[in-house]
């Protein structure tokens, strides 16, 4: 039998869906499992969106321009505008989701053997990424205990070789909802020109910041023209995950042509999201307060719940909706997969992310979780319930 590439073999499963199988099973026993595990909102997908998609009049489907159509490109260049991010629709160039935005931001700018520092935990996605392409993830923890600020400069300065070519940060983030600061960007620019490096910004959360916190790009950085790329992405902010639409936007020239020609190896991004995310920059104001109010109703519950259970600690975030909580167990892959397979509350059980996966430091995350609020008040209040139970009988928790 052929062999399997290193890369194949060494590439981790998602600690989002790894634990896939068990929930399957779970189900097919009658059991009721609550998704907490994946960041798929409930929120409906706007109208604008879906009735464009409805009222389509295209006779053939065809090929896109491969950096994406240009009358979603410059309508995008306007939605930043009003975001306070100065760009052309030239600078702008649409993905199949934020995934290959990232991607090809990799590919373009690291060669194999290239370095990519990383504030840990992070998704998970970008290991994989990085692997993809060839590129070294090295890790600068940060901390459950300061709710995941940035790390020091000296963390990141200790960590710098003449192979560190690029700085990714999530803002706001995710796994830990953490929403960096505009002084704290600033320290990343310092770092960033000091070294020469790139700044690849996934900012896909940016409408879903709270409590009064304003979100501040790092494309708003001064002096970053040449050295930002950005990520976003349609997925969350309009609850369209399916559509698999993203962009990478840079003021970097030289960035965009040659990722264009990993674009044109691909031909085009999807036609039918193109047209939902062309149509859903209409999306009235009121649809993102409503959805900021829902968000913030569910973390506090979400979070007041787990702070409430003995052992437990779980920082409020500010952004995003993702929390990461410390629970009072010794492994969180054994503690995610025993609630598939063996708890049962009232017939029922929760499906959590292990942290583990959202870590490159062997041994970190062991007693964390990812948790996702994007489930309706009552099913996560019935959430905290069963975790409060679990975490009371789960055979190898820890005590302080």
Not at 40 to 49: F, G, K, L, R, S
Not at 200 to 221: H, I, K, N, P, T
């Amino acid at each position: 039998m052929p062999g399997i590439s290193q890369k194949g073999i060494q590439l981790p499963a998602s600690p989002i869906r790894k634990l896939v199988p068990y929930a399957e099973k779970a189900k097919a026993e009658g059991v009721k499992i609550y998704h907490l595990n994946i960041g798929q909102p409930d929120i409906h997908t706007p109208n604008e969106a879906l009735n464009a998609v409805k009222s389509t009049t295209l006779k053939v489907i065809e090929y896109s321009h491969s950096a994406g159509n240009e009358s979603y490109r410059r309508k995008l260049a306007a939605y930043y505008a009003k975001n306070g991010i100065q760009v052309t629709h030239n600078d702008i160039l649409i993905t199949t989701g934020g995934s290959e935005a990232l991607l090809f931001g990799i590919m373009t700018c690291l060669d194999p053997g290239d370095e990519i520092i990383i504030p840990e935990p992070f998704y998970a996605n970008y290991l994989s990424f990085a692997m993809t392409a060839g590129a070294k993830v090295v890790p600068v923890k940060s901390t459950i205990d300061n709710g995941f600020a940035l790390p020091p400069v000296e963390s990141f300065e200790a960590l710098i070789t003449p192979k560190t070519k690029a700085i990714i940060i999530s803002n706001p983030g995710n796994p830990t909802g953490y929403l960096y600061s505009r002084s704290e960007l600033e320290k990343l620019r310092d770092i960033v020109l000091r070294h020469d490096l790139y700044l690849f910004a996934d900012e896909v959360y940016r409408e879903f910041c709270y409590d009064g916190e304003s979100f501040f790009s790092a494309m708003q950085l001064d002096g970053l023209e040449n050295h930002v790329v950005l990520v976003d992405s349609v997925s969350k902010r309009y609850s369209m995950c399916g559509a698999r639409i993203g962009a990478m936007v840079t003021r970097n020239p030289q960035v965009i042509q040659t990722a264009l020609k990993f674009a044109q190896a691909r031909l085009s991004p999807p036609t039918f999201g193109q047209i939902a995310s062309e149509a859903a920059l209409d999306t009235p104001d009121t649809y993102f307060e409503e959805v900021v109010n829902e968000y913030v109703a569910r973390r506090d519950l979400l979070v007041d719940g787990l702070n409430s259970i003995e052992g437990v600690f779980c920082p409020k975030p500010k952004g995003a909706f993702y929390a990461m909580a410390r629970l009072p167990i010794q492994n969180s892959d054994h503690f995610c997969q025993w609630l598939l397979e063996e708890f049962r509350y009232q017939n029922a059980t929760v499906m959590l992310a292990p942290a583990t996966g959202f870590y490159s430091t062997p041994g970190a995350g062991l007693n964390e979780v990812r948790i996702g609020y994007v489930l309706n008040l009552n099913d996560l209040k019935a959430c905290v319930e069963i975790l409060r139970e679990a975490i009371r009988v789960y055979p190898n928790k820890t005590h302080s």
